[in-house]
């Protein structure tokens, strides 16, 4: 009698962008050996906070710095403390991890920096169940390459039936990955219907902010930009806009709610964020937006943000760190 048990088909391995060194709990280890158990709290319950930070290269020396380093690290202490997560390393040992873990990776190029802190399992004595006390905390930091990877000639997006999750339901101003699902669950809408993001509203119908960015428009002259008492993330990139937007161009900001219809009726969008960068949204539903017009305010802020983290403008040279 012939089996029936199908084969699995080999499957080629895919060249990874993941550079050779993962640091985790205090050792460095080969990523492909970087591993945690299955009954990690954090695998269980999303109980884990984490940051993103780009690495540049500069324009005219071709060295590595990192954009915001401190301030990336101090947001993942500030997140840690809400979820509890203690006997992590100082804000000074994170730095050294960072840089040390980027230097044994030979990192030469524009880069993408992970650093996860996170419950790891339950201490003696403490009984099984859903909570953030009687539990250790892990560590990992994990590097890649990465250059820009939104669409250069900007992106549609669609105002979400999915709801930014609130502030008194998991706090907004901590990168919790828990909380991402409410991203991805949008996320995936909104491309299944033949956009590239969704744009989310909070409980009070305001604009809130993109799956994973913050949202700015430009209407009369203004830049404008949700509150952070909207249930936004606090972006590093958005701070830096602002001061930008600010110094170099003059403009009042507002950081104030903003209703779907004013996002509608906006000259320009566009999104910030460590991963996207200062990426203009062109259409929002059917509305045409005039954000990639010639001499736009997005076009001239997105060029700046390019000239200020690949250190070209040395005011700024402040939030850059150098690796080597």
């Known amino acids: 009698m012939p ?29 492909g050996n970087a591993s945690v158990p299955i009954t990690t ?21 071709n060295e590595l710095n990192i954009f915001r380093l401190n301030d990336h690290i101090e947001r993942l202490l500030s997140s840690a403390k809400i979820l509890s997560l ?13 840089l040390s873990l980027l230097k044994r990776n030979g990192a030469m190029t524009d880069c993408y920096i992970r650093p996860i802190a ?15 006390s009687g539990q250790s905390s892990g560590l990992s930091i994990n590097s890649l390459a990465m250059g820009a990877y939104t669409k250069t000639q900007g992106i549609n997006c669609t105002i979400s039936s999915w709801q930014r999750v609130s502030d008194n339901s998991i706090p907004a101003r901590a990168k919790i990955t828990g909380s991402y699902v409410n991203s991805a669950l949008a996320m995936e809408a909104a491309q299944k219907n033949g956009f590239d993001d969704a744009i989310m509203l909070n409980a009070k119908g305001h604009v809130a902010e993109a799956t994973t960015s913050n949202v700015f428009i430009v209407k009369d002259g203004k830049l404008i930009t949700p509150s952070i008492n909207d249930h936004i993330l606090e972006g590093i990139t958005r701070k830096s806009i602002i001061a930008l937007a600010r110094s170099h161009f003059g403009l009042p900001v507002e950081e104030r709610s903003i209703l779907p219809s004013e996002l509608l009726s906006a000259q320009e969008c566009f999104l910030t964020g460590t991963g996207v960068e200062v990426t203009p949204v062109i259409q929002i539903d059917h509305q045409k937006l005039k954000t990639n017009q ?16 690949r250190g070209e403008l040395s005011e700024f040279k402040k939030w850059l760190t150098p690796l080597y």
Not at 18 to 25: I, R
Not at 86 to 98: D, M, Q, W
Not at 120 to 132: A, C, E, I, M, Y
Request: charged letters at 20%.
């Open 3 to 31: 089996s029936t048990t199908k084969s699995i088909p080999e499957t080629k391995p895919i060249s990874s962008p993941h550079h050779e060194w993962v640091f985790l709990n205090g050792e460095y280890v080969p990523s």
């Open 41 to 61: 709290q954090a695998f269980n319950y999303g109980t884990a906070v984490f940051e993103g930070i780009r690495g540049y290269v500069g324009k005219h020396n």
């Open 86 to 98: 203690n006997n992590l390393p100082t804000a000074e040992e994170l730095e050294k991890s960072i």
């Open 118 to 132: 996170y419950k790891q399992h339950l201490l003696p004595g403490t009984n099984f169940g859903v909570k953030l």
């Open 294 to 309: 010639k001499n736009s305010l997005t076009i001239r802020l997105k060029e700046l943000y390019s000239k200020v983290v």
